[in-house]
């Protein structure tokens, strides 16, 4: 996996100027909200490779096993719990899922 990030997406993702440290490392700061994006993402995919189509993927319809609209699941992180939009269904059926990343 890639460790290095190309210098257009860092200047994407600090865009606005003069940043401080809680823009940062603050409760709504750059470095928890691209957290919440990445497991997201991968939480997503994970569920796409156990479906096995993408969403929106007419494949999925009718088969008894969908995707059935989204809902906010709390995600246990090395840095506290964090709030994510996941999909209804999930392969571990709880409220809450411990994540350290």
Known sequence: MATDFSPEILDQLLAGGSLKPKDLAGEDGLFRRLKKALL??????ELTHHLGYEKGDPAGRGSGNSRNGTSSKALLTDDGEMLCR???LTPWGQSAVEVFI
Do not use: D, F, Y
């Open 86 to 88: 996941l999909s209804g």
């Open 40 to 45: 997201e993402r991968a939480l997503g995919a």
